[in-house]
């Protein structure tokens, strides 16, 4: 049931003080959150974690995949990357995560595509949009939560891709921007805060290229009685760092200024909660589906280093679906 910002923050408190397991979805602007108990959430949200599942999986689809990308005009993309640099040049932001809507046209249906996505997170909400998060935003074991923002993107089929990302220092820039960022927001809620790995990649795979992505894992520890403040806990921590930027609440206004559309569910956030545990991503990946027409939400983190014409092909090349 879709309920307010308030409600679903006393509603998240009082199903982990009871311990009775719940799926939670909150849209990048906290307008429209759903907390479902594990029972009730099959009618209406699909999801997988690493570790949990409310649906059976299908068979595969035995037939070509037409994938064809309708990428947002070059000049919108322009005029918003020339506001957000003014912006930065201007002192407002040092960080900021640019998305765009990109149209698609396959001859899949969103459903099909959720079945057939491989990801160590995926989300359909009434076959309203589809996504295959490889982001994880919070994971909480034992009293420790943990947080691996996801931030710098290279083509893995590059010769000495690893290193060109690793040694770039506009990529080293942003990534550490971001892994303060979540350090500072993780501090809010736990305590003995430490960066326990920093700047690891992830090779990931879809139907149109191969990526490798940068990730760090910072980690805390939590408050005996943290389950009782479950929703007070994650509200604290949005919107997730690494799909907005730094300062936090001054970039949410140029990001909104600048994109000039609604981001919706993407880049909100997904979880569960099993009772004990609780595991968590942010929405990127994000298939959605507009009237008649699909939509893929992407994008990048922008600093005053950035180029406009790079950032553009990368926000391009993060349009994909990971089929196996």
Not at 121 to 131: A, D, E, G, R, T
Not at 180 to 201: G, H, K, P, T
Not at 207 to 227: V, W
């Amino acid at each position: 049931m879709n309920t307010g910002k308030q409600d679903t923050i006393l509603k998240m408190n009082a199903l982990g003080q009871a311990r009775r397991p719940f799926a939670f979805l909150i849209d990048f602007d906290f307008k429209k959150p759903i907390v479902l108990e594990w029972e009730e959430s099959q009618s209406q949200l699909l999801w997988q974690t690493p570790k949990h599942t409310n649906f059976k999986e299908q068979k595969p689809i035995n037939q070509p995949f037409r994938w064809k990308v309708l990428p947002v005009y070059y000049g919108r993309y322009q005029k918003a990357f020339d506001l957000v640099q003014r912006h930065i040049h201007n002192g407002d932001s040092y960080l900021l995560n640019l998305t765009m809507p990109s149209g698609i046209e396959t001859n899949l249906s969103l459903e099909d595509i959720f079945h057939q996505s491989h990801a160590p997170y995926k989300v359909m909400l009434n076959k309203k949009f589809v996504c295959f998060s490889p982001e994880i935003f919070v994971r909480i074991e034992n009293d420790e939560i943990s947080s691996y923002p996801m931030k710098g993107t290279i083509d893995a089929t590059l010769e000495n891709a690893a290193s060109i990302l690793m040694n770039d220092t506009k990529e080293l820039a942003e990534h550490s921007t971001i892994v303060d960022l979540i350090r500072n927001d993780i501090s809010m809620v736990a305590d003995q805060v430490q960066v326990e790995r920093f700047r690891y990649l992830d090779h990931i795979k879809s139907n149109r290229n191969e990526l490798l992505q940068m990730s760090s894992k910072i980690i805390g520890k939590l408050q005996p009685h943290y389950r009782k403040n479950l929703g007070d806990l994650i509200a604290k921590l949005l919107p997730a760092g690494s799909i907005c930027g730094a300062p936090k609440k001054k970039t949410v206004e140029i990001i909104k200024a600048a994109e000039n559309y609604d981001r919706g569910y993407y880049s909100g956030v997904f979880g569960v909660f099993d009772g004990k545990n609780l595991d968590s991503c942010v929405l990127i990946r994000y298939l959605e589906q507009q009237n008649e027409k699909l939509i893929f939400k992407s994008g990048g983190g922008i600093t005053f280093q950035s180029d406009c014409q790079s950032e553009y092909e990368e926000l391009v090349k993060k349009v994909y679906v990971p089929l196996a």
